[in-house]
């Protein structure tokens, strides 16, 4: 087990030497594991924390274009550069797109706007004319962890913040909304979100999942 996924189980109360339910194998500890990997997504797409540069080459007359990373995935473009031209494009959609310009995919020119389709679909208006490079900077959520020796892509100052989001996760999986909630407080409070999510006698806050703790696959 790595040391975030120890730091979780030392917390709920399991012995990490002989543990009782989450045994040291890949089966035993996935559910500890998936929690933390939904952390480390969260976290990375909410503080921005992984930057990755992507230099996508533009095609004559192609309009959309699949960014293909080598680790991890896209989780959304921070900036967009038109190389040759040195300027910014600007973000936008395809709803005001479609006001601007209802015959938008005849348009072809230098790209002045980008807009995403999913997480890995980039298009561009006006249609490029001709070939030229986008320089992106590109938010990017890391590969998930499968097993213990799996690099942990995650700033030190949030891993801790990780490992409260997973024992959220178990105390709500076992139904103990309580313990759930203070835990989770704690992971806003670590991530600056804390005042969006205030707790009081009428809104109380707490983790959900549908991870099965207590049977974990052998």
Known sequence: MNILETHVLEIIGENTSSPDVFT????????????????????????GSIRERYLLTLIANQAFYRMKLNRGSSAWIADAWLADEKRRLIQTDLIPLEKLNPHWLKTSGNPSFYFTVGPDILGLYPVPSGNSVVDLSLIVTPERLTSSTDRIRLKSSFQQTAVYYAVADFFASRGDVQEAAIWHQRYLH????????????????????????NHPKP
């Open 24 to 47: 040291d194998t890949d089966a035993g500890l996935e559910p500890i594991r998936e929690s933390l990997n939904d952390a480390i997504d969260e976290i990375s797409i909410i503080t």
């Open 190 to 213: 670590d991530l600056g979100l804390i005042n969006l999510y205030p707790q009081s006698q009428e809104r109380f806050y707490h983790a959900q999942t549908t991870k099965d703790f």
